[in-house]
Each structure stands twice: as structure tokens, then as C-alpha cells.
């Protein structure tokens, strides 16, 4: 079994390309500002560095308004990699994209062929098993796909359920150490995570849980200073980011780095 304790020593980012403005979204909040999530951006990756791992930084994809949100192309376990079949047709080829990248870092690269679709955000790895939450990008057919890819590797695969109205399960929540969860308190109550130590993103502050640990951080997205409390007297080393620009297309912390 993997230990989500362990540290990340790469990840993968990919530029936002000034076709952003026609991302994917659920409900049109305003136009995202290209300058202003460049340097968002820019801030995320210099944190990820500052933590001595090697990220690799992917060239904008004009042709794909969504693929800064790399984490959604694929899934990275220490075994292997597991290319994803996206459940959104536009986001589809971003996955051909991602995959010489794959191919350069791991000897074992495996691919959802379908018909099912699975995306990256719905896939939260802990310590004991891969939760995949259902969604409307990710169905029945792609998860059973890919339970039978990571159950070669060793993995136990756990499906759950994302919450109706919300784009992924790792909208919601993240893993912050081996037993520790943060999650919003919708989607505890839908029973996922017994067994687990869960902490809840404070009312009003849902957004905050699409967040991510890396090697010493807690990296969450900025403007939710009751969480971002809790977790400092938690004893987590929080970094806040201008998370204003993603948010416009529901991304969040965790969609910008494939992480490993
Ligand atoms: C989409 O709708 O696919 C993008 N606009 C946002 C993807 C966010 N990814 C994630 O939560 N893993």
C-alpha cells in the first residue's frame, strides 16, 4: 500500500494558457484574469519547489483551455502511472499530452481504455486504500477499469460517492497525513471516511478543503482564515494561494500538480 506520509520527490504542472478564459465551469462567476493567475501559478510552483522536489513545468496547451488542471489526466502511485479518461469530451486530449511526460518518469504506464470515464480529481490516495468517488466525470465503468489495474500494484480501490453539485470528491476534501483528513462537513456525512481522523473546513469555508499536503506544507487556497487557523493549531505548516482565478472555473489546490 502506498504511505501518503511519504515524501513527494516530483510533480507535475502545466502553465495556463490564455484560452483559460473558455475553461469549463458550472455557473459563470466572472471571466478568469490570465496575469492574475499566472502569478498564482507561479507562487504555487516556487512553493512545491521550496520543498526541494524537482517539479516539472509543462508549456501552456492553447488547444485546451483546462489543462493547467493536470491533476485530472492521470494518476501517480509509486508502482505506476495510470493515464485517465476524462468524463468532460474538451478535456479528453489533454491526456495524450500528458503522456510522454508519464512515460519519461515511470517504466509502468497503464491507460483507461473505456468506455468508462475517470477523472483525476475524483481519486483521493490514503494510506490503507484509493477512495474514487462517483461523479458526473466519473462513472461505474471507469472505476471498476481502474480497480483492476491497481489491484495488480497492490492497491485496495474503495468507491464512494461525490456529493451532487460538486465537481469532484477531492473538491472536498484532501488527505493531510496517513490518518487525517480535511473535508467539508457534507461530505463526511456521507459516511466515507469512518476510520479516519477527519477535520472539517470551517462553515462557510467549503472551499478551503481542495487543498494539499506536500512534504512539510499545507497548501490551501487563500480567503478562508478559520481553517487555514485550524490547521495551523492542528500543527500543519499552512501556505495560502491566490486561488481567486480557478475558483471562477471550480479548480482548486490539488487540480494543478500531479504529485509523486
Ligand atoms: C473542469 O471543469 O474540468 C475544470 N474547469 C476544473 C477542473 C478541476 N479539477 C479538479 O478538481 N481536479
Not at 8 to 18: D, E, L, S
Not at 225 to 253: F, H, W
Amino acid at each position: 500500500m502506498t504511505d501518503p506520509t511519504f515524501e513527494f520527490t516530483r510533480a507535475i504542472t502545466r502553465k495556463p494558457a490564455a484560452s483559460i478564459i473558455d475553461g469549463l465551469r458550472a455557473e459563470d462567476i466572472g471571466t478568469p484574469d490570465l496575469d492574475r493567475m499566472l502569478a498564482a501559478h507561479a507562487h504555487y510552483v516556487e512553493t512545491l519547489k521550496k520543498t526541494g522536489a524537482e517539479v516539472i513545468e509543462l508549456p501552456p496547451l492553447e488547444e485546451f483551455p483546462d489543462a493547467v488542471f493536470v491533476e485530472d489526466t492521470a494518476l501517480c502511485l509509486p508502482q505506476g502511472a495510470v493515464l485517465m479518461r476524462p468524463g468532460a469530451p474538451s478535456r479528453l486530449g489533454e491526456v495524450a499530452e500528458m503522456s510522454p511526460t508519464l512515460h519519461r518518469v515511470y517504466d509502468d504506464v497503464r491507460r483507461i481504455e473505456g468506455p468508462g470515464h475517470i477523472e483525476g480529481g475524483d481519486i483521493l490516495v490514503t494510506g490503507r486504500e484509493v477512495l474514487v468517488g462517483r461523479s458526473d466525470r466519473t462513472d461505474a465503468e471507469g472505476v471498476e477499469e481502474l480497480r483492476n489495474i491497481i489491484s495488480e500494484w497492490g492497491h485496495k480501490l474503495r468507491e464512494v460517492f461525490t456529493p451532487p453539485g460538486v465537481l469532484h470528491f477531492k473538491t472536498d476534501c484532501s488527505l493531510l497525513d496517513g490518518e487525517t483528513i480535511l473535508s467539508t462537513k457534507r461530505l463526511d456525512e456521507s459516511g466515507c471516511f469512518e476510520g479516519y481522523r477527519v477535520l472539517h473546513t470551517a462553515e462557510g469555508e467549503e472551499a478551503a478543503a481542495n487543498s494539499i499536503r506536500f512534504n512539510q506544507f499545507v497548501i490551501c487556497p487563500d480567503g478562508f482564515p478559520r481553517t487555514a487557523e485550524m490547521l495551523d493549531k492542528a500543527g500543519y505548516e499552512v501556505v495560502q494561494i491566490d486561488n481567486s482565478e480557478c475558483a471562477k472555473l471550480d479548480g482548486g489546490m490539488s487540480c494543478l500538480s500531479l504529485r509523486f
